[in-house]
């Protein structure tokens, strides 16, 4: 079993977490039930933050970029208590302002050849 609160190992008929010291049970009506185990939020945050990184790097390809960089965006808003959905909103961020200037220099170039 883990800890609710700070994810670590417990053991199963422990009542609370040796690290932290939050309660691991409920009590109702003089009967103790599991409080919860480690919950699919945090791996779901985990994966949407790995999710951002990597869409972040692929955001600097030019032309389809520009799609990857608003879904790092997206993943690292949702997931930026972890430090690689942070990172993910500073790629995405910076693709699209890489995008941005690369579609003004193509049109820049294009107009100058007319």
Do not use: W
Request: proline fraction near 4%; include cysteine; aromatic fraction near 12%.
């Amino acid at each position: 079993m883990y800890c609710s609160k700070c994810g670590n190992e417990v053991k199963d008929d422990a009542k609370f977490c040796p690290r932290c010291g939050a309660p691991l049970f409920e009590n109702k009506e003089n009967t103790f039930t599991p409080v919860a185990t480690v919950t699919k939020k945090r791996q779901t945050t985990t994966l949407m933050a790995s999710l951002s990184l990597a869409c972040g790097i692929f955001g600097f390809i030019p032309f389809i970029g520009f799609i990857f960089s608003v879904v790092a965006l997206f993943l690292g808003l949702y997931s930026r208590e972890e430090s690689m959905g942070k990172i993910g909103i500073g790629l995405g961020l910076a693709s699209i302002i890489f995008e941005i200037l690369f579609g003004i220099i193509i049109l820049l170039g294009l107009h100058g050849t007319n």
